[in-house]
């Protein structure tokens, strides 16, 4: 017997304890054993694996096991996971890696290393991690389970889903399998199916908050907001610090009609009031208070891809590098691990571009003092893959939030709001947390189709009836607009109504459709209903319809504008917020007041007037591109020159502040 190991009896009797389950007895004798040789690292790599099973701090044991086993597989790989419940990812990683290098072959250890890549934010490493594990077990659930939120992260759920359905034909009582294919089905348009999966891994007791999140999404998409705002409000009674669950309640209750602009600013502000509690918030900043000086910028956004926030900013970008490079240089902070060609196209505008999908807070504020950011722009508020809680750390002198979002963050750090006259008069002003910075003009700039879609022929002239409609996110058609716009149909014989939205492919949302529309006396084939298409497609499906609908409270602008370019007069109602004006702005733009209707009265008799006279749509569908390329909204060049002064005159306050003599 060496005088460095235990002989082979006492090594035995340590897998033996392990492979019986007795890890009580395994520990006393491990501990024993690493006591009297204390170079043997087997008798620590047991010692560890019998405290873990225990429930019992295995850190040292396990860190000491690596060290002495520094080619032993199963070592590296237990340690790993030490380090990752202690939450030091990197080192995980860094061990899972050495594990899966000595033994390729071990289908746990690629499991592992994916696992903890995905908690990286290293998600397309992930995913070939996992498939490498898959690739060895074939029938490896936790490694499917993986891949498939993975590839859901990456905007794939579409290969998500047949991975979620085999883990849970596999498992059919885990509520994690219910609660991962019930998110997956969402993101895919079936809303149906997914909130009877979440609701049933709800029920189960999966008390994780994502549960919830995913099942008020799918209620959404459903119209079933008041829902949703429940399910809301039970996540947050399990987790009151959850900012994704308050984010996602702001964005629900903004559906709602009826909601108090009061108790909207309230709840902002409860939002705005946990985000500051979750941060450590700078009030000292290295930049140099020079009024004049080059500007450095950034802008933050999860939808620096295919997406309408992209869409209005990418030439907009384009004409800021090409007219005031002197004046500003961008970075881009990208927060969604999805990626597309339009990511690629934006990526080259900015001087400086970071992936910060999955980055936490603290370490993303420091990147943005460290990148000297002047101005920091939010493009998110209250939508998907917003990163508000950086804001509130306030990581850059002054930070404002623009476009992507139509009512106030609630976060006091955000200093200003970016708007327009036409859409935020001076008398809502009381409805923000910011302060309001106007644009001369418009505070959107709409980019040209990239797809070559000309105007078509006004359809009624060769169909029986005028076909009106909607291309928004069937979100926003809530039963009282549903139920103007079946009033409107009963009000014009032989019209019919296209709506095109991702959810109504769900049959579900079909048959609830048609049974509303039934119940007031629209039969199925009046409705026409449409999912998603390609982006060519998408504006020549504009040719079928002679007047497009906006929905309330919550109005389209990226369907707004579309229509109008594709000749389609749009009919909206002026409501009584910034969200409520956004088609007051727009149709004012080009010479379309007449098609803003001042209460839900006034747009059914609207509707009604311009439907009977085709004529009229006619002359106008012909030149509705000729004012839209002529509108304050579509001058991209000037749009980057009122910005430039908008982004300078809140610098100079702040240089102003700081005693600069401007």
């Known amino acids: 017997m060496s005088g460095r190991e235990p002989d082979l009896a006492a090594q035995q009797a340590l897998v033996t304890l392990f492979r019986s389950g007795r890890f009580a007895d395994l520990e006393a004798q491990a501990l024993a054993l690493a006591r009297r040789w204390p170079l043997h690292g087997p008798s620590w790599n047991f010692l560890g694996v019998a405290r873990l099973a225990q429930g019992k701090d295995a850190f040292e044991a396990l860190e000491k096991a690596a060290t002495l086993l520094p080619d032993d597989p199963t070592a590296q790989?237990?340690?790993?996971?030490?380090?990752?419940?202690?939450?030091?990812?990197?080192?995980?990683?860094?061990?899972?890696?050495?594990?899966?290098?000595?033994?390729?072959?071990?289908?746990?250890?690629?499991?592992?290393?994916?696992?903890?890549?995905?908690?990286?934010?290293?998600?397309?490493?992930?995913v070939e991690a996992s498939r490498r594990a898959l690739a060895l077990n074939p029938d490896y659930l936790e490694a499917m389970a993986n891949l498939g939120t993975a590839l859901s992260l990456l905007g794939r759920p579409f290969e998500a889903e047949p991975l979620f359905r085999k883990v849970l034909a596999a498992r059919p009582d885990s509520p994690e399998a219910l609660a991962n294919l019930g998110a997956s089905l969402s993101l895919m348009g079936q809303p149906a199916e997914a909130s009877v999966l979440l609701r049933e891994a709800i029920d189960r007791g999966f008390r994780m908050e994502g549960a919830h999140i995913g099942l008020a999404v799918s209620l959404c998409d459903l119209g079933e907001m008041k829902a949703a705002e429940a399910v809301l409000r039970q996540a947050l009674e399990i987790r009151p610090g959850s900012l994704e669950a308050r984010t996602i309640l702001l964005f629900v209750l903004n559906y709602q009609s009826g909601r108090s602009s009061d108790e909207l600013l309230q709840e902002a502000r409860a939002y705005g009031t946990q985000a500051a509690s979750q941060a450590k918030v700078f009030s000292e900043w290295s930049n140099r208070p020079d009024p004049e000086r080059r500007l450095t910028v950034g802008f933050v956004s999860g939808d620096f891809c295919q997406h309408p926030v992209a869409q209005f900013m990418v030439h907009v970008l384009e004409s800021l590098v090409e007219d005031q490079n002197e004046r500003i240089e961008l970075v881009g902070y990208y927060s969604r691990h999805h990626k597309d060609a339009m990511t690629e196209r934006l990526r080259g505008f900015f001087s400086r571009w970071r992936d910060v999908a999955g980055v936490k807070d603290e370490v993303l504020a420091q990147q943005i003092r460290s990148d000297g950011v002047d101005i920091l722009i939010d493009l998110s508020g209250h939508t998907a893959h917003n990163r508000l809680p950086v804001f509130a750390w306030k990581p850059a002198p002054v930070q404002m939030t623009w476009l992507g979002y139509l009512a106030t963050t609630g976060v006091a750090a955000v200093d200003y709001l970016i708007a327009d006259p036409l859409v935020l008069p001076e008398t809502l002003e009381g409805d923000f947390t910011e302060k309001i910075l106007r644009m001369p003009r418009s505070y959107l700039c709409f980019s040209r189709p990239d797809a070559d879609a000309d105007v078509s022929p006004l359809p009624a002239l060769t169909r029986a009836g005028v076909t009106f409609g909607s291309f928004n996110n069937l979100r926003k058609l809530n039963d009282e607009v549903l139920d103007l716009w079946a009033r409107i149909l009963a009000a014009v014989p032989d019209s019919r109504l296209l709506l095109k939205a991702r959810q109504v492919t769900d049959p579900a949302v079909q048959v609830r459709l048609q049974a509303f529309f039934a119940a007031r006396g629209i039969s199925a084939e009046r409705l026409e209903l449409l999912g998603h298409v390609s982006r060519d497609a998408h504006l020549a499906t504009y040719g079928r319809v002679d007047i497009a609908l906006d929905p309330f409270p919550y109005p389209g602008i990226t369907t707004t504008v579309e229509a109008l370019w594709m000749g389609v007069p749009v009919l909206t109602?002026?409501?009584?917020?910034?969200?409520?004006?956004?088609?007051v702005g727009l149709l004012t733009h080009v010479g379309l007041e007449d098609w803003v209707a001042s209460d839900p009265s006034d747009y059914l008799a609207r509707a009604v007037a311009h439907a009977h006279d085709r004529s009229a749509l006619?002359?106008?569908?012909?030149?509705?591109?000729?004012?839209?390329?002529?509108?304050?909204?579509?001058d991209q060049r000037a749009f980057a020159g009122d910005l430039e002064a908008t982004l300078r005159g809140a610098w100079r306050n702040w240089c102003n502040q700081r005693g600069c003599v401007v």
């Open 77 to 126: 790989n237990n340690f790993g996971n030490a380090l990752k419940a202690k939450g030091d990812l990197d080192a995980a990683a860094v061990r899972f890696s050495r594990a899966v290098a000595l033994r390729p072959e071990n289908a746990r250890a690629h499991l592992n290393l994916g696992a903890v890549l995905l908690d990286m934010g290293r998600v397309a490493e992930s």
């Open 573 to 583: 109602l002026s409501g009584p917020n910034f969200m409520g004006r956004q088609g």
């Open 618 to 634: 006619g002359r106008l569908r012909e030149g509705l591109r000729a004012r839209v390329q002529a509108s304050a909204f579509f």
